[in-house]
């Protein structure tokens, strides 16, 4: 059954959220089914003629507390968004009380915490090192991939491909980005770094999204370049992330990757049967 179908006269709720100006819609699907199609997906991310974000987030019921799942703006979907389940974990530990989130994905099971000071942290598990798990076309070092600059590759439930620069600001970011999401080594395309180590425990870092362009933050990305960092002798476990859109604390601890950082509720809004509609 198509989503306009499956809703009252009076609309779709949805909650728009952010973290760091990563921008997600949020819509709910515990007491009612919602059909979430690619259509729907590529209409609201429209920033002129929809809502506009740089991902789609489902909640569902599930193992845990609920279940997440993620939709590119370009419509397809993905595994992992760090910043999407701080800001859903959020919700819940307001919705319920509870100073401890337990979610599943398709990423697998992942906790989330009150931090206080209004942050939220998420544990996104253990990184994915080897290039089949990746995934990676072909069998080649993660460490030091063949490609101009020799980045490194990451799996975070979401493939990740991270450039160690000398000055993060110099890379001319949408076509640098653009090119690299789509290289034959992601056959499932992947997300693009450009970092700056500056200094023994930060790194400047601007992201370019597989299909969504340009963010302002991502947390899936600040796990994969602290990592990278840490596999390539460049910091200590515990890293400041910082973006264009704010700063994220990443901690890669033996029970997987941290990363910490704040969360915003921007307003609530209802989709209207007119704009379902006009979907089909």
């Not at 939709?71 to 974990?89: H, K, L, P, V, Y």
């Not at 599943?104 to 990184?127: C, E, I, K, W, Y």
């Not at 439930?157 to 600001?169: I, K, Y």
Request: one cysteine or more.
């Amino acid at each position: 059954m198509r989503a306009m179908e499956q809703i009252a006269d009076t609309g779709l709720p949805f909650r728009k959220m952010h973290g760091l100006g990563n921008d997600f819609v949020i819509l709910d699907a515990r007491a009612s089914g919602i059909e979430v199609t690619k259509a729907l997906v590529c209409a609201l991310a429209d920033r002129h003629r929809g809502v506009g974000f740089d991902q789609l987030a489902l909640i569902s019921t599930g193992e845990g507390d609920a279940h997440l799942s993620f939709f590119n703006a370009d419509g397809s979907s993905s595994a992992a968004c760090g910043n999407a389940t701080r800001c859903i974990a959020r919700l819940l530990m307001d919705e319920t009380g509870a100073k401890n989130i337990r979610l599943s994905t398709d990423r697998g099971q992942l906790v989330a915490q009150d931090a206080g000071d209004g942050l939220v942290s998420v544990n996104m598990g253990h990184p994915q090192l080897t290039w089949q798990d990746i995934p990676l076309a072909e069998e080649v070092d993660t460490l030091e991939l063949p490609i101009e600059g020799a980045p490194v590759a990451t799996g975070m439930g979401n493939p990740h491909c991270t450039f160690f620069v000398e000055d993060a600001e110099a890379i001319p970011l949408e076509e640098f980005g653009s090119r690299y999401e789509t290289h034959p080594l992601y056959p499932k395309r992947t997300n693009v770094q450009i970092a700056q180590v500056t200094g023994p425990d930060r790194i400047r870092m601007r992201v370019w999204e597989r299909g969504v362009g340009i963010t302002l933050a991502s947390g899936s990305s600040s796990c994969a370049a602290a990592v990278a960092a840490v596999r390539r002798g460049l910091t200590g476990r515990s890293v400041r992330i910082d973006l264009d859109g704010g700063t994220l604390h990443v901690d890669w601890c033996d029970d997987g990757v941290w990363m910490t950082g704040p969360t915003a509720h921007v307003f609530d809004g209802v989709l209207t049967r007119e704009f379902l509609e006009s979907l089909t």
